[in-house]
């Protein structure tokens, strides 16, 4: 006979096993947000003496709902603003989306890893853990912030909710609180990916003298239901201003993804998905990808967009139209700055000085001028 910590036989733990197991139901149930990772820590304290007790566990973690947290309860109707009855929040589902995200290693495998979580996370259960519930993302205007949040919706086959922190912001600030309190609880009754856009616009730093009480309220609030996020359900937030956020911010979330502006390579992958079926020359992607040093994907996606409407209306080549669109890009530049990316691309890319001058218009006098300076060795041997 087995005997547990007290000596009680074999039949007294298998009971004490199904209330174990009866208890876990009920208590998930009614959603007490502190019953999961209790359960986590006795399916682990089982898993190898008694399999089967970590094994339920699992089971029911898994696939129970997702609940509010704490006492307060809202209408499955979608929240709107009590003054104007506009809808607080934008939602999707399914959610669709043209192209994947771009980008770089370090954002891709945080981006991966959430998905791989919320899609399986079964041997996350086995291990006492639980999925990833709260993300930042971090990154300039334009870099795939939010097209991140869809694909990880889509991916995860869920709604995705979208709040948009500035423009619930109310010329009475108590109202704002009470708005995203409502959102929030709204969220929290959906297995959905809630993200939460320009933090920064509600979340600033407490210790600015500019900010007033009230705001500085509505921080704290935030912060308490970001720390109460239920497990199985997604939250993400996205700033262009990091420097903006309270300190107390960065601690809240599990994960932080960064965003950085695309590099030479992700701008050609980028602007190759923009321009769909066009037929454009390889050296004409390559002298984009180095003209556009510094942009975001979506200033990218603004030029090839226009490019393609110059070539559509009259009928002209999509590469001239490239180069009337990146010829108005070097036009905003000043002149110095212009023959050194001029001579940049006939260096790295290749492009001969006539191509170079229809591109940037830069004379080929210049353009010599600054080729001698960079690479005196091959001022005069760019095609002539």
Avoid at 285 to 294: D, E, F, K, S, V
């Amino acid at each position: 006979m087995v005997s547990d910590v007290n000596g009680s036989g074999l039949d007294e733990v298998d009971a004490l096993a199904r209330d174990l197991v009866q208890v876990a139901r009920l208590a998930l149930s009614g959603g007490g947000h502190e019953t999961s990772p209790v359960l986590r820590r006795i399916a682990r304290r089982y898993r190898e003496s008694r399999p089967e007790i970590t094994s339920a566990l699992i089971e029911l973690l898994r696939e129970s709902p997702v609940r509010s947290v704490g006492t307060r309860m809202t209408s499955v109707t979608q929240p709107v603003d009590n003054d104007s009855r506009l809808p607080l929040v934008r939602e999707e589902y399914p959610v669709v989306i043209s192209v994947d995200p771009i980008l770089g290693p370090e954002a891709q495998a945080a981006l991966y890893q959430l998905a791989r979580e919320h899609s399986d996370p079964t041997r996350l259960l086995k291990a006492g853990l639980a999925p990833t519930r709260t993300a930042l993302f971090v990154g300039p205007p334009g870099v795939g912030k939010t097209l991140s949040a869809r694909w990880l919706a889509r991916t995860l086959d869920r709604r995705l909710i979208v709040l948009d922190l500035a423009s619930v912001m109310s010329s009475f600030l108590g109202r704002t609180g009470v708005n995203v309190r409502r959102v929030l609880d709204y969220a929290k009754e959906k297995q959905c990916v809630l993200l939460l856009d320009e933090l920064d616009a509600v979340a600033k730093r407490r210790d600015d003298a500019t900010e007033i009480g009230e705001l500085k309220r509505l921080v704290t609030v935030l912060l308490q239901e970001i720390d109460m996020w239920p497990e199985g359900s997604l939250l993400l937030a996205a700033t262009n201003h990091a420097d903006l956020l309270d300190p107390a911010v960065w601690r809240r979330f599990e994960t932080i993804v960064e965003f950085p502006l695309p590099d030479e390579a992700g701008r050609a992958t980028a602007m190759r998905n923009y321009l769909d079926d066009q037929t454009v020359s390889d050296e004409m992607i390559r002298t984009l990808a180095a003209t556009y040093q510094g942009a975001s994907f979506g200033e990218l996606e603004r030029a090839v967009m226009r490019a393609r409407r110059i070539a559509a209306m009259d009928s002209a080549s999509t590469d001239d139209a490239l180069i009337s669109v990146a010829r108005d890009r070097f036009q905003r530049m000043p002149t110095s700055e212009r023959g050194q990316l001029a001579a940049m691309l006939m260096r790295q890319v290749g492009i001969s000085q006539r191509k170079a001058h229809e591109i940037t218009g830069v004379s080929r006098d210049t353009l010599r001028k600054y080729a001698s300076m960079q690479d005196p060795t091959n001022a005069e041997t760019k095609g002539k």
